[in-house]
């Protein structure tokens, strides 16, 4: 019980510091870079000569999808530091990301399906890119679950990223399966080869991409604290 | 001045795909910073609480 409490106030002290101090700098840049990238992407940019407006989904689209593949390297990293090291902030960080990337998944999810009926005619269908995204959706539920379901949240975390690790395999799957199969969605603009968008349409989209991350560090950077508070409260009540 | 907001909100008859997106997006975004924030504001609260009780039980 002593290591854990010496272990509980090196680093996570350290990061609710840093965090407090990185968090209005995160919010200013979320709500400066949604502000822009709002009023860019729904009045400025235009429409597309196939697509018409239904376009202007890509820019809540694209940035989901950044957004669910990200906090899902996130979650594995925070697994491999957990099982390695047993680290308490990589569990909390872990806890704190997952729920954030699991609503990004069904973002992703939602406004692909609203931009798929116009566009292909259906809201769904079982391709490799949409089925593996589906299932980047359940992973992240999964890791929810797992990392809620025991007494003591340190055997949770444990299991939870256990999945987290062994679900990485799905990654490469989402992103290289519009090449490897033929598929509905389109493949990649943004990629080794180029970028093959046009400017009017890549400012807006990299500006809600920077404002959701932006978005997600700051939300991020409340529920660990609050984790972390909770794991201390857990100490007081057990004492 | 009528007819551009008319068509804003039309989207060139996107609209009812249009919109739902961003309102979702918008309900997701804001709900996860409200739910954050008082997760640990109550956190706060309690664990004040706690260290009063075991100062002067």
């Not at chain 1, 444990?158 to 399966?177: D, E, H, Q």
Request: some cysteine; aromatic content about 16%.
């Amino acid at each position: 019980m002593t290591s854990f409490s010496l272990h509980f106030l090196a680093n996570p002290a350290r990061f609710v510091r840093w965090g407090s101090a990185i968090l209005p700098w995160a919010w200013g840049v979320a709500a400066l870079c949604f502000a822009a990238g709002l009023y860019w992407g729904l009045v400025v940019a235009p429409a597309d000569y196939q697509q018409g407006d239904s376009v202007r989904i890509l820019y809540i689209h694209v940035p989901s999808a950044i957004m669910a593949e990200g906090v899902y390297v996130l979650l594995a990293l925070c697994g491999i530091a957990s099982l390695v090291w047993r680290h308490l902030l990589a569990d909390a960080i872990g806890r704190a990301a997952a729920p954030l990337g699991a609503g990004f998944a069904g973002l992703t999810l939602v406004s692909g399906s609203f931009w798929g009926y116009p566009t292909w005619g259906t809201y769904w269908v079982w391709d490799a890119r949409l089925t593996s995204a589906l299932v980047l959706f359940l992973l992240y539920l999964g890791y929810i679950v797992l990392s809620h379901s025991f007494d003591r949240p340190e055997k949770g975390s444990r299991f939870a990223a256990i999945l987290a690790v062994i679900g990485t395999i799905n990654l490469p799957i989402i992103k290289f399966s519009v090449e490897w199969w033929s598929t509905l969605h389109q493949p990649a603009s943004i990629g080794f080869g180029g970028i093959d968008i046009d400017w009017r349409f890549l400012v807006p989209l990299v500006l809600m991409a920077v404002g959701f991350l932006s978005y997600f560090v700051a939300v991020s950077i409340l529920r660990v604290k609050a984790d972390l508070l909770r794991a201390k409260i857990r100490h007081l009540e057990v004492m | 001045m009528e007819e551009i907001q008319q068509s804003f909100w039309a989207m060139g008859g996107y609209g009812p795909y249009v919109w739902p997106v961003y309102g979702i997006a918008l309900v997701f975004f804001v709900a996860s910073a409200f739910f954050a924030v008082w997760s640990l504001r109550r956190a706060q609260r309690r664990l004040q609480m706690l260290e009063q009780e075991t100062r002067a039980p």
